[in-house]
């Protein structure tokens, strides 16, 4: 094994924990710097997230949102682009759930609406991801600049659709009407008898998401168009060399990541608020790029990772209520560290272990 | 003059990971004289010259400058020992003026002015001294190419260089602009300058220096009074007798054509022509070389065939089927589609996806293959058994399928690229670089295979700059310089007369 390599588990497993604990030190020093306990932080932190029925129930509602749109950023990856246009891609997707729901909740079940809404979603966030896409593929614009470019294009969009065209006539807030039963998935309370989530608006996403962790797997280690997609990715000559065709990789691969992205508005929208709203997406998009990054691009990294953020989320939620000096700027700021150890400094870590493990290793194999 | 040469390396030596680039380099250059440096792309050259500029540190070695020692660390010590040196590609501003890009880096303190009404003074005199004349006020962009480089050059002698290295400098330079050029090194020379000139053709060699040093595989392996050479001489330096492989083989049983080129010609992203109305043929059951100094658009011409790059103009007939390749592009699937394998020339940049796993390259570029799909998904199981097959018949090591593919040796990546390749019996190879960076084994190996193919009836066309592979290998060999085949000869012509051909010295018949 040539230098550089490291075993998988550290690769995947202590990097990650590593650069964890990092964040949580660093942490530990701003909330003891505010003069709070960081021990008795960290125990409201994990008893806020995991201690109890509904915390479990928000930490897995959130999760879902970032299991989204930390896909879409993992698939866009292995094909050497980097989608940041998830919180865009998300909002849009927010209107084909709601044409969906509004379309249909008053005539049929919320089963048969779903996968209109799954659908629309997909399309939606697919249709918004594509212009950059193409202009990517065929006039070499940069997706990181076109990408975000698009995430204000999607927010002002929104903004008049909601305020003048879809808003509840006689309302003046910008949101829809609130969709009947048949627009509404049902909560994972009401269908998993025995679990109690409290008020938790976990919901039937979940399960989604974990398909489509699942369904993404297949895709890129397991599909033609996923060899493509990574061969792409890694070595664009030897792609080129092998007869694919950049542009139709780009365009789909992009396709796929934004449609990703968009069915995170099925769990907000018709999981969760069940009306379209303005601002729904409120970073989760952003976030998703921390996620992958922390997931290694791998579906069960993305989970975890997405669990993670899920716990930062709620339990954050819980210490700012707890501890008043923890305000809830602070829990962002630890989010912030956290994505900032988790992705920004991904490597730093990196160059010592690959040392430590080379050298480690170099008498094992002579003796070998 | 004095005696102390202008610079002096001794036993300098440089690998980046496990390639060499520079091996044991000694070299000594005379004061005012122009000192030219030849050999193929990558053998070292331009590594050379960077270690020398600052750019690299050598692993081993010392440098003396007028007979001192010297660490060259950085580019900036390099300029302040009077050495300066001009890019292949150049390393201007375009949106400054001229004058602005040459004081850049060396203004002269933080306000401009006083830098540069002085820099507009020294650039007149720089003017009048060697006959550089260019507008200070123009600015770069509006530059012809050949200014630019007197741009380069004044850039250099303006932070008081008294040695100048050219890194290809013709490269870029129509004819007239080349021979403006060796007028002005001529003069650089006459002022006492010393003039270090890289290049990769003899024809500039012969014609401006007074000593060359001949650069093979990261070695130095001659020098020779530039008046005391022959073009001829300086080529079979180049190429190298290196290793003679013998390989055996029975005289060919060529049958009928599969592959017919006709009036290839392809021009660069730069707008150059690199393969100038080519045509030649392969039958079934031989191998075609080509031979040639590498850069004379034999990377270019397999290329195109493989569909990986657009013609201009030109027909191929493959096994009986036209394509005007000026009128239809055809892209690499294609190409596949109609039975034609092809090993490039960079199995790292374009062969192999080396962050792949073994049997995951084993595929690549037949991984649409409905062979290795069930149904919506690629059939591992069976993508694997393949490749393990692979691996036992071309002795690949270590024979896992499961491993990195980055983690294989130069040799067995080249056995995996080659594998793929053959095992897919296809109608014509075409076969680039094959034994490239390979140690001695896997090269028999992969020779004895190429042999194989061509009496089971193959096609083949080899693209090799050793020479030596292609008198072994080939069954006929063609010749190519500047973008033209200039000759077709027997594999056994002597070296003497190809290495002319390939040096672009036409012979009687050629």
């Known amino acids: 094994m040539s230098a550089g390599q490291l075993p998988r588990w550290v690769d995947f497993g202590l990097i990650p924990v590593l650069n964890l604990v990092a964040a949580f030190l660093v942490s530990g020093l701003v909330v003891l710097l505010i003069g709070e306990n960081p021990l008795e932080a960290v125990r409201i932190l994990l008893w806020g997230s995991l201690g109890f029925g509904e915390g479990i129930g928000f930490t897995l509602f959130y999760a879902t949102n970032f299991i989204f749109t930390g896909l879409a950023v993992a698939v866009a990856f292995h094909a050497g682009l980097f989608n940041i246009g998830g919180e865009g891609q998300a909002y849009i997707g927010g209107l084909g759930v709601a044409w969906a729901c509004l379309a249909f909740d008053h005539y049929v079940p919320w089963w048969v609406t779903m996968p209109f809404a799954l659908a629309g979603a997909a399309i939606m966030g697919a249709a918004w991801a594509f212009i950059p896409a193409w202009l990517q593929a065929k006039r070499g614009s940069h997706v990181v600049i076109t990408t975000i470019m698009f995430n204000f294009i999607a927010a002002a969009l929104m903004n008049y659709l909601l305020v003048n065209i879809m808003v509840k006539p006689g309302s003046m807030q910008p949101e829809t009407r609130t969709f009947e039963a048949g627009g509404r998935l049902p909560f994972l309370n009401d269908f998993m008898p025995g679990i109690d989530f409290g008020t938790a608006p976990v919901n039937l996403a979940l399960i989604i998401a974990l398909l489509a962790s699942l369904a993404v797997w297949l895709i890129v280690w397991r599909t033609r168009l996923g060899y493509e997609i990574r061969a792409f990715g890694a070595n664009a000559t030897a792609a080129v060399y092998a007869g694919i065709s950049p542009v139709r990789v780009i365009v789909v691969t992009m396709l796929i990541s934004g449609g990703l992205a968009g069915m995170m508005a099925i769990n907000e929208i018709m999981g969760s608020q069940h009306r379209l709203l303005l601002e729904f997406v409120t970073g989760y998009g952003f976030v998703g790029i921390a996620v992958a990054l922390m997931g290694r691009a791998h579906p069960v990294g993305i989970v975890l990772a997405a669990i993670l953020f899920g716990m930062l989320y709620q339990g954050g939620a819980e210490l700012s209520f707890e501890k008043p000096a923890i305000t809830r700027d602070m829990i962002i700021v630890i989010q912030g560290l956290v994505i900032l150890f988790a992705g920004a400094l991904e490597h730093m870590f990196r160059p010592a272990l690959v040392r430590f493990f080379t050298f480690s290793r170099t008498p094992a194999q002579q003796a070998g | ?510």
């Open chain 2, 1 to 510: 003059m004095s005696d102390t040469p202008a610079i002096e390396l001794r036993n300098i030596s440089k690998s980046f990971g496990p390639v060499h680039a520079n091996r044991d380099i000694d070299l000594v250059v005379r004061k005012g004289s122009i000192h030219g440096i030849v050999g193929e792309n990558g053998a070292g050259k331009s590594t050379l010259m960077s270690i020398l500029y600052g750019f690299y540190q050598a692993d081993r070695g010392d440098i003396l400058v007028d007979g001192r020692k010297v660490h060259i660390g950085d580019s900036k010590t390099a300029i302040s020992l009077g050495i300066g040196m001009v890019h292949q590609h150049f390393m201007l501003v375009d949106n400054f003026t001229v004058l602005e890009n040459v004081i850049l880096g060396a203004e002269g303190g933080s306000l401009l002015a006083g830098g540069v009404s002085k820099a507009r003074q020294e650039l007149r005199h720089l003017e009048e001294g060697y006959g550089l004349k260019v507008d200070p006020d123009t600015l770069i962009e509006d530059l012809p190419v050949g200014l630019q480089q007197r741009v380069e050059i004044l850039k250099a002698l303006f932070r008081g260089a008294e040695i100048l290295i050219l890194d290809e400098p013709t490269g870029v330079l129509t004819p007239s602009e080349a021979d403006h050029l060796f007028r002005i090194l001529q003069v650089l020379k006459d002022e006492g300058k010393t003039v270090l000139l890289i290049t990769h053709k003899l024809r500039e060699i012969m014609a401006v220096t007074d000593t060359v040093s001949v650069m093979r595989r990261g070695e130095m392996v001659a020098t020779r009074k530039t008046s005391e050479t022959s073009m001829a001489e300086l080529a079979e330096l180049m190429v190298g007798r290196s290793v003679l492989l013998r390989v055996d083989k029975k005289p060919a049983k060529p049958k009928e054509t599969v592959l017919d080129v006709s009036g290839l010609t392809v021009t660069d992203s730069r707008g150059v022509q690199v393969v100038k109305d080519v045509s030649f043929t392969v039958r079934a059951g031989e191998i075609v070389g080509i031979a040639g100094v590498s850069g004379n658009g034999q990377s270019e011409l397999l290329e195109t065939l493989a569909g990986i790059r657009r013609a201009t103009a030109g027909t191929v007939t493959i096994d009986g089927e036209t394509i005007d390749l000026g009128e239809t592009p055809v892209d690499p699937a294609e190409m596949r589609g109609k039975s034609m394998g092809h090993v490039p020339e960079d199995r790292h940049r374009m062969g192999l996806v080396t962050g792949f796993q073994e049997y995951e390259n084993a595929i690549l570029g037949y991984h649409n293959d409905p062979v290795y799909s069930k149904g919506f998904l690629l059939d591992i199981a069976k993508i694997r058994d393949a490749a393990r097959s692979e691996i036992e018949k071309y002795d690949i090591r270590p024979p896992d399928c499961l491993l990195k593919t980055a983690n294989f040796s130069g040799g067995n990546q080249q056995k995996i690229v080659l594998a793929r390749e053959i095992e897919r019996d296809p109608t014509v190879l075409l076969v680039g670089q094959p034994t490239r960076g390979v140690d001695i084994g896997a090269i028999e190996f992969i020779h004895k295979r190429l042999i194989e193919m061509r009496d089971a009836g193959k096609g083949i066309l080899l693209v090799s700059v050793e020479l030596d592979e292609i008198r072994g290998l080939a069954d006929r060999v063609l010749v190519m310089f500047d973008g033209r085949i200039v000759g077709e000869r027997s594999p056994e012509t002597d070296e003497g007369e190809l290495g002319l051909l390939m040096a672009g010295v036409h012979g009687e018949d050629a």
